[in-house]
């Protein structure tokens, strides 16, 4: 080609090296996409002397290479996973190939995000995150709990609400984050490290509603996890409805179905129940009370009783003496009752059980 | 609210401590009415100390945290 002198001022097209032809075009994608989401299915994932993970993204009708640092894959992958990646897109200087430079990825789809939370499950049930002697109980008299939520969701709402019906003058520090999309596991990281560093309350909690499995796929993040496990203080995880299991509920010291139940583990003693016990406390002093009034007319009663029964007692005796003393029982034995003057010549009435019998004494002599 | 909940606490506390002795072999009548009278006093003052307490909500910023 020739570089006649006016060619430039024309509109001449520029005449670069390779490396400034790349770097040119660099600079072009880094103003159009200093950042994008992609999704598609992954295809060829191959991890390279274990630091540097390769795979392709596809759709039906395209393909584009990708490229991440194994360390910062926070879910597995396979082959056929649809997922969703945060990527800055680059002409690669040696190869010239385009690529997407990958800061993190989620699983999309019921499909894939259910093979990658086994494939992760499997990974750290190997490495123990879940061992029940790790976990740790909640503080029993909790006063200051650390929330992390999304403040405008219904999850946190329901969250507080029950807390302020159950319990009161808790002291409720709340950091405001993400709790869907990519970015949701590293604002919930730092909540949690910003609390963990504060280390002035006395368990953190993480709550969110229910959602579709996209939109709980945060929960199933490993860095998450491994941050959640790695937790001073004890954290409770209320995520999602009943039937839903994420990741982050495995490895939380205290796993709770809902936000709502959450609020309910964080405060065991609700205010009303205490209220009702308080009445019943009182009414059990006034039935004491009422039975002990009952009480004492039963006792002058049986103290009166065992009296008469003494009295009763010692009178039967001496009925039984007297009756052994009746001259009647004495004739009934055979004797007889010898009444009159004991002189010569005097008539004596002798008694027996059936005769009356007069008698003169002729004499009288001396045993 | 700290103050509140113990004096809550220390309430409750001598609540079940009347309890006790409501329950107790040491129960006599004569001492019951005054305990009682006591006893009714505390739970009414717990009840409304209870009621009145709320709990105190504060956001944290955690751009402004990690500065």
């Excluded at chain 1, 699983?107 to 002697?133: R, Y």
């Excluded at chain 1, 299991?245 to 809902?258: F, H, N, P, Q, W």
């Amino acid at each position: 080609m020739s570089a006649g002198s006016g060619d430039a001022a024309v509109g001449r097209p520029p005449e670069l090296t390779v490396a400034d032809f790349v770097a040119s075009l660099n600079q072009v994608l880094d103003a159009a996409y200093p950042a994008v989401i992609v999704v598609g299915e992954v295809a060829e994932f191959n991890i390279s002397q274990g630091k540097f993970a390769f795979f392709k993204l596809k759709d039906e009708t395209a393909t584009i290479s990708c490229f991440m640092m194994a360390f910062k894959m926070t879910a597995s992958l396979e082959n056929g996973m649809k997922i969703r990646v945060l990527a800055v897109p680059k002409v690669r200087d040696a190869s010239g190939f385009l690529s997407l430079n990958v800061a993190k990825y989620q699983p999309v789809g019921e499909g894939s995000i259910k093979k990658a939370l086994e494939l992760l499950k499997k990974k750290l049930l190997k490495e123990g995150l879940f061992d029940k002697s790790k976990k740790r109980p909640l503080p029993d008299d909790l006063q200051k709990i650390a929330v992390i939520s999304s403040v405008d969701s219904a999850g946190y709402r329901d969250f507080i609400k029950i807390l302020g019906d159950r319990a009161g003058g808790l002291e409720i520090s709340v950091i405001n984050t993400a709790v869907q999309g990519l970015n949701a596991p590293q604002e919930i990281m730092r909540a949690l490290r910003v609390f963990n560093e504060r280390a002035e309350a006395d368990a953190v909690v993480i709550v969110r509603g229910g959602g579709s499995k996209d939109d709980l796929a945060a929960f199933n993040d490993e860095e998450l996890a491994r941050a959640i496990r790695a937790s001073r203080l004890p954290v409770l995880v209320g995520v999602g409805h009943e039937v839903d299991e994420s990741i982050a509920d495995l490895v939380a010291d205290v796993r709770a179905s809902t936000p709502t139940h959450a609020a309910q583990l964080l405060t065991p003693r609700d205010k009303r129940e205490v209220a009702r016990g308080l009445v019943g406390m009182i009414e059990q002093m006034e039935n004491i009370m009422l039975r002990s009034v009952r009480v004492v007319p039963n006792q002058i009663r049986e103290r009166i009783e065992q009296k008469l029964y003494e009295v009763g007692r010692s009178l039967a005796s001496a009925k039984a003496v007297l009756s052994e003393l009746n001259p009647e029982k004495v004739l009934e034995r055979g004797y007889a009752i010898i009444s009159g003057k004991v002189k010569p010549g005097e008539t004596l009435k002798i008694t027996t059980k059936h005769n009356i019998i007069s008698a003169k004494i002729e004499a009288i002599g001396k045993r | 609210m700290k103050q509140e909940r113990e004096k809550i606490a220390e309430k409750t506390k001598r609540l079940n401590e009347l309890m006790a002795w409501f329950d107790g072999d040491e129960f006599a009548l004569e001492e019951a009415v005054e305990k009682y009278a006591e006893a009714t006093k505390l739970a009414a003052e717990i009840e409304r100390s209870l009621e009145g307490l709320k709990n105190k909500v504060v956001r944290i910023d955690l751009a402004e945290e990690e500065e």
